[in-house]
């Protein structure tokens, strides 16, 4: 049997190395490992693998990986390493790069000065690219630091040359900052300013990926945090603080109007209004009463409610839905994959080009210093950070934000689809419709009352579950009823304060001798061709009224279908009811093509024919019945209002029962993508047109390095802007 581990990974600087470790990992039999780069994480599915044999291979790569850390960390916030060795290194590199640059600050020996400022900054700034790089040679390999740690280390050897066996180190000497290259003798040449600089501004570049890495997965974070610490749990009578944790399904909990719903569950007594904007994004509170379900982590804005515990910990809600996140944000899409095994060949391919790059400007009779020069420019501006943190940075930042909208992406290749999709399959019920009948008119006899009809119905039908019964109950009355019996099939009976009344079917009232006047059973026949359901009341042997009921559309489908037609998608209507029903809904919402009276298999067969009519379908659902066709189609979209058998089988979550939050997550997936894509282009484009620059001897080894460092920090930053994103209103 199939098992899934996580392994938390440490060492990795690059996507070389994400690559190295899941290689390492695949060649475990039975192992199939996907490695992320900028989660630092791995996913690994083997068939019974022990965990000691998976970190064991990690280790035996070069890096370290442990299991998850479920305790709480330490609340004192440890010391970033990395901050530190880059603060050190900025203030050692600054006098050094400023004298290299203004010549009038290169006094006597300044040259001196320089060694001992840039030496600390080269050997122990940039310790852990030599470790990396040693710990590669090692296992017969190379990354990106290899590049680093061979480019500083090139310049301050040359450098050292240059003082103690050149003419560098003699009093007065001067070194002009230069853009190009110079040809003149490299032996009066120092590169310190090279070597420091471009240290710093690699390990400024990893220090603000890192930062923003944290940033981009804040929302995730955040999802976290958004539970109750303890919970006022009811016992014996008696209120106990218990730390959530200690909280038990079938526990009795209150609730008090400010507080967090410590968990997912139903009220059991008093009535409240439930903002869960934090958690679905809707901004008008929901009132909830006795029976009703509540989530975890939404707040209590009303009165003083007790809730029953149905779901705690990892089965919350809440607690799925930051897993649906952290699932999507491991994963890899099809790019992330090609950049990683670019990268992963890329480094040996630049070494080489630098090594020829030297003998070229050797060989055609030009300087030692600037074939030095030129050869340690393309070590260095070559960097493929870029291209590995072009896919989990927009992946990361896209899923976070579409998580506080209450949208959950499970996976990265789910992108892929929304680029594709041109048919939005919509399932009428629950998800075009709210999914609960109510009362939609009522037409009386000739000389009755309204108000008199509507409650003896009430009267007759709150005694009945059945939906439609439901609706019309909904109506409070004052009146009670005796004797009541339900018709199977037929509808009910019962005495209403003395009157002997049935409700029902046209036929129940005819058995009843009560037939429909002419403008009750043109108002029964006109609610029927209407899609609607009617059903008619009669007590005193005459019909006195028809009440009809309908399951009435979400106020927002219609600016919902209007969206997802703007976005270019042709929507269509799925539903098991009849023709006519299906007609007016659609027809309310602005949907012209309907596919009716289909059966659960049916609507499978429905999206299957879609596919082969050349269509890329989205089927958007939210019932059990829906489960097999969101599976089917090219991308499943269920409402979180729905069941979990619908959730499961689909791609994407819509937590809002809200249908506009289906444009939102299609706008958002393509938006995410293309940032995905264009993070990629401009990597690529980088490293292709600056390597030939750094060959040619047009980039001053410190500029390379500083360009490869704002090159990872752009594609960062430009995932970022994905924060920004709004949802349709």
């Known amino acids: 049997m199939s098992t899934e581990t996580e392994l938390i990974l440490g060492g990795m600087t690059c996507a070389s190395c994400a690559n190295r470790i899941e290689r390492k990992l695949n060649k475990l039999d039975g192992v199939s490992a996907t490695v992320n780069y900028a989660t630092e994480k791995a996913r690994v599915t083997s068939d019974g693998v022990a965990t000691e044999a998976l970190i064991a291979a990690v280790e035996a790569a070069g890096y370290t990986a442990s299991l998850p850390v479920t305790e709480p960390v330490d609340a004192e916030t440890p010391v970033d390493p990395l901050k530190q060795r880059l603060i050190v290194s900025a203030v050692l590199s600054v006098p050094v790069i400023a004298m290299a640059m203004i010549p009038a600050l290169q006094f006597t020996n300044w040259q001196w000065l320089s060694l001992t400022l840039a030496a600390p900054v080269v050997v122990w700034g940039a310790l852990p690219f030599h470790r990396a790089a040693w710990t590669n040679l090692k296992h017969g390999t190379s990354t990106m630091d290899t590049l680093v740690s061979m480019g500083t280390l090139a310049a301050l050897g040359w450098s050292l040359y240059a003082l103690f066996f050149g003419t560098a180190g003699e009093p007065g000497m001067t070194h002009p900052f230069e853009f190009t290259i110079a040809r003149m003798d490299g032996a009066s040449n120092i590169y310190l300013e090279a070597a420091a600089g471009v240290t710093t501004f690699i390990l400024a570049g990893r220090w603000f990926e890192s930062r923003s890495k944290r940033q981009a997965g804040a929302a995730l974070r955040a999802l976290m945090d958004l539970g109750a610490k303890t919970v006022a749990v009811v016992k014996d009578g008696e209120e106990e603080q218990i730390p959530i944790d200690q909280l038990a399904v079938g526990d009795l909990f209150v609730v008090r109007p400010g507080e967090k719903i410590a968990t997912d569950g139903t009220v059991e007594s008093g009535s409240s209004a439930v903002d869960r904007s934090m958690l679905t994004g809707e901004s008008v509170p929901v009132e909830v009463r006795a029976g009703d379900a509540v989530t975890g982590a939404t707040v209590n804005v009303g009165g003083r409610t007790t809730v029953r515990a149905s779901r705690v910990g990892a089965d919350t809600q809440l607690a799925q ?23 992963g060949i890329f480094v040996p391919i630049v070494i080489a080009i ?63 689809s929304t680029r594709r999709i041109d048919t939005v399959v919509l399932d009428k019920t629950g998800t075009v419709t709210t999914g609960e009948m109510t009362l939609h008119s009522v037409h009386v006899a000739d000389g009755e009352n309204e108000n008199t009809v509507r409650e003896v119905a009430a009267a007759l039908e709150s005694s009945s579950e059945h939906p439609i019964a439901r609706a019309i109950a909904g109506g409070a009355s004052s009146r009670s009823v005796e004797e009541f019996t339900s018709l199977e099939g037929l509808g009910v009976q019962g005495v209403v304060e003395g009157r002997a009344a049935v409700i029902g079917r046209r036929s129940l009232l005819a058995d009843w001798s009560m037939p429909l006047p002419p403008k009750l059973a043109d108002a029964f026949d006109d609610a029927e061709r209407q899609g609607r359901t009617a059903v008619a009341i009669g007590w005193d042997g005459k019909a006195r009224g028809v009440l009809v009921v309908s399951d009435s559309v979400k106020p927002t489908s219609k600016q919902a279908v209007a969206e997802l037609r703007e976005l270019g998608l042709t929507p269509v209507m799925l539903t098991g009811d009849n023709e006519a029903a299906a007609r007016t809904i659609a027809a309310e919402v602005g949907i012209e093509q309907v596919v009716a009276g289909v059966l659960p298999s049916g609507k499978v067969d429905a999206v299957r024919e879609l596919q082969a009519a050349g269509k890329v379908v989205a089927m958007v659902g939210d019932g059990i019945n829906d489960a097999a066709a969101l599976a089917t189609a090219d991308l499943g979209l269920a409402m979180g209002t729905g069941t979990d058998v619908a959730i499961e089988a689909s791609d994407l979550t819509l937590v809002r029962g809200d249908l506009r939050a289906v444009g939102d997550a299609i706008r958002l997936s393509r938006r995410t ?57």
């Open 321 to 343: 839905m930051a897993k649906a996140v952290e699932d999507a944000q491991t994963g890899k899409a099809q790019a992330q994959r090609l950049a990683d095994r670019i990268s």
């Open 354 to 416: 630098s090594v020829a790059t030297l003998g070229f400007w050797l060989g055609t009779g030009n300087s030692v210093a600037a074939a030095f020069t030129a050869a340690v420019a393309v070590l260095i501006i070559a960097c493929p950070c870029a291209l590995g943190l072009a896919t989990p940075t927009a992946l990361m930042v896209g899923t976070g934000r579409a998580a506080q909208l209450g949208i959950l992406i499970k996976g990265p290749e789910m992108l892929e």
């Open 673 to 729: 993508l293309s940032t995905i894509k264009g993070n990629l282009f401009w990597a690529f484009a980088y490293n292709v047109a600056a390597i030939p620059l750094a060959a040619a001897g047009l980039l001053n080894p410190m500029l390379a390095g500083a360009a490869m460092a704002l090159s990872s920090v752009f594609v960062v930053s430009n995932s970022l802007r994905l924060r920004r994103f709004r949802a349709a209103m």
